[in-house]
């Protein structure tokens, strides 16, 4: 059975810091999601990442992903307040389906 | 291009009363999705649809929950009679392919008492 894990699962910063979300899965996969859901809202799409050693930013959110090693990064720089929402990573191997990590709640302190 | 869209956006049943939710994917989108996502836990699949034709079911639990895409484009998820533990946010998403990048919808919150 697939199993997806993140770390942290919770995660408080000061505003201006870097820091980085683990995403460790146990299947093979060559693709790997990042998505951003806010408090009570729905699941907005970060990122999609295709293949090994692939990596993508946008602002601030940087994610790569090592399929070798079965594990996708999200780099935080210089955070905002903005940014404070839960982040989930979602692998889906050839042959199975979607399965989302439990998210790590990120919330930047000013 | 208009999003994914749910209905209802919140209900509260009370244990062993039906409940349907429907969902009116984006225009195109040939794979669409129904996820389960308890209070602090990440989105749980229960149905895959392409087209109107079930691709994976296998964590639905099919005594009580049921879902179908007629004509291949609009859903409905019913769930009958309801539990306490089905209380959850429902989501559904859909894609251009299995593949492609998911667009979720802004779920349909679910309380049992």
């Known amino acids: 059975e697939l199993k997806v894990e993140q770390n942290p699962l919770f995660l408080s910063m000061q505003e201006g810091k870097n820091y980085t979300i683990y995403c460790n899965y146990s299947?093979?996969?060559?693709?790997l999601y990042w998505y951003r859901q806010d408090p009570g809202k729905s699941l907005e799409s970060l990122f999609v990442?295709?293949?090994?050693?692939a990596v993508k930013q946008e602002g601030r959110l940087m994610a790569s992903l090592d399929t070798k090693a079965r594990l996708s990064t999200l780099h935080i720089t210089a955070a905002v307040h903005d940014l404070s929402a839960t982040y989930f990573c979602?692998?889906?191997?050839?042959?199975?389906?979607?399965?989302f990590g439990p998210g790590t709640r990120l919330s930047v302190l000013p | 291009e208009a999003g994914v869209a749910q209905s209802p956006r919140y209900k509260i049943i009370e244990k062993r009363q039906s409940v349907a939710f429907w969902c009116n994917p984006i225009?195109?989108?040939?794979?669409l999705y129904w996820y389960q996502q308890i209070l602090g836990q990440g989105p749980k699949l229960l149905i895959q649809?392409?087209?109107?034709?079930?691709?994976?079911d296998s964590q639905l639990p099919k005594d009580r929950f049921s879902a179908e895409r007629l004509k291949g484009v609009d859903s409905t998820l019913k769930i009958q009679p309801a539990k306490l533990e089905d209380s959850a946010v429902y989501l559904c998403?859909?894609?251009?392919?299995?593949?492609?990048?998911?667009?979720f919808g802004p779920g349909t919150r679910l309380l049992v008492l």
């Open positions: 979602a692998v889906r191997p050839w042959g199975q389906n979607f399965v």
């Open positions: 225009s195109g989108h040939a794979t």
């Open positions: 299947t093979t996969s060559d693709r």
């Open positions: 990442l295709l293949s090994n050693g």
């Open positions: 998403a859909s894609s251009l392919d299995s593949k492609e990048t998911q667009y």
């Open positions: 649809f392409q087209n109107n034709g079930v691709v994976d």
